[in-house]
């Protein structure tokens, strides 16, 4: 009965390959994001779509791509990885625009913790 | 740009302390704030939700308040437990469906 869940958990790989990585929510959720976290902890969103459509795109790398099939999955998929890109991603889901704004808490999932070598 | 801040960065105390963890915003435009527990290797749990009309919430041993035109929210914890080790994130909602964090407080409590 996972709310949010994410895979692969951890994630190692060379340089300049492409990957990808698998969020799905059985919240009924509308909103769903994806928060890179640094290593220095720092958390900071990436994307957010709403219902399958880009809401938020925050200043990353066109070699990232969300795409959403359908409103319980947001799947990241990142061209030509960087070394930079090493770190823990999250994925979250909120019930989004149908519900008070106020009262709105987010849902993370465990995370995946890629490596570049 | 919304700024978040907590202070301290990291937190040791023996068990038994009560302790409080301090959050600052640089827009009081919010419409609520969050605290999470993060543990090593692991995901975010929300432990709390203050609403912006609100001035504080109470889970169990936790109680965190809210001043919103000062820009602060502290989180308070009671009777602390080693159980308690975690990293706690307090997260802003500013109505662009995203959440924005703070760098988190590391606690740690001696047995």
């Known amino acids: 009965d996972t709310a949010v869940s994410q895979t692969p958990k951890y994630l190692v790989t060379q340089m300049g390959n492409d990957k990808s990585i698998k969020c799905e929510q059985n919240l009924g959720h509308d909103t769903m994001y994806w928060y890179k976290q640094d290593s220095k902890k720092f958390l900071k969103i990436m994307f957010s779509?709403?219902?399958?459509?880009?809401?938020i795109n925050e200043t990353v790398p066109n070699r990232f791509s969300p795409k959403s099939p359908d409103k319980a999955h947001l799947n990241l998929h990142i061209n030509s990885l960087e070394l930079g890109d090493s770190a823990v991603y999250f994925c979250a889901s909120s019930q989004g625009p149908r519900g008070a704004a106020d009262q709105e808490t987010q849902y993370f999932g465990p995370g995946t913790r890629l490596l570049v070598l | 740009k919304q700024e978040v801040t907590q202070i301290p960065a990291a937190l040791s105390v023996p068990e038994g302390e009560n302790l409080v963890l301090n959050c600052s915003f640089t827009d009081s435009a919010i419409y609520n704030l969050q605290w999470f527990r993060q543990d090593p290797g692991k995901g975010l749990t929300s432990l709390l939700l203050?609403?912006?009309?609100?001035r504080e919430q109470t889970s169990g041993r936790l109680n965190a308040s809210l001043d919103k035109s000062s820009g602060r929210s502290t989180l308070y914890i009671a009777a602390s437990q080693p159980g308690d080790s975690a990293t706690y994130l307090c997260?802003?909602?500013?109505?662009?469906?995203?959440?924005?964090f703070g760098s988190g407080t590391r606690l740690q409590v001696q047995p």
């Open positions: 779509y709403n219902n399958k459509e880009l809401i």
């Open positions: 203050i609403q912006s009309s609100q």
């Open positions: 997260a802003v909602h500013t109505g662009r469906r995203a959440l924005t």
